[in-house]
């Protein structure tokens, strides 16, 4: 079981970025997936979940908005589409699962025991 991000890099505060979460080991129609950000020196913050088995997503309040989940079960891949990007949008972004049947708010609301290597996402001007 392997979760892999990308799509980080480099962007101008406004502009957008969508970041891809492959998964290979298992397939994506029956477990929640979710999207995790990180900056250096303070704990990890959930973006976004998705529960592929019904297609329902969360959002924290904070993340509404500008943050788009979605899920193509055909490439085993989990996209998060990023808009009007801020500075304080910097961070590394990690994917992750718990392989179970959580739904989207459970998952964003625990610590799932499966990660990406995180891809990291960087906003200035």
């Known amino acids: 079981v392997q979760l892999q991000a990308s799509g980080g890099g480099l962007v101008q505060p406004g502009g957008s970025l969508r970041l891809s979460c492959v998964a290979s080991?298992?397939?994506?129609?029956?477990?929640?997936i979710g999207w995790f950000r990180q900056v250096p020196g303070k704990g990890r913050e959930a973006v976004s979940c998705?529960?592929?088995?019904?297609?329902?997503?969360y959002y924290p309040d904070s993340m509404k908005g500008r943050f788009t989940i979605s899920a193509d079960a055909a490439k085993s891949t989990v996209y998060l589409q990023m808009d009007n990007l801020r500075p304080e949008d910097t961070a590394v972004y990690f994917c992750?699962?718990?392989?179970?049947?959580?739904?989207?708010?459970?998952?964003?609301?625990?610590?799932?025991?499966?990660w990406g290597q995180g891809t990291l996402v960087t906003v200035s001007s």
């Open positions: 992750a699962t718990d392989l179970g049947q959580s739904s989207s708010y459970a998952l964003c609301h625990s610590r799932p025991p499966i």
């Open positions: 998705l529960s592929t088995n019904n297609d329902i997503t």
């Open positions: 080991g298992f397939t994506l129609n029956r477990p929640a």
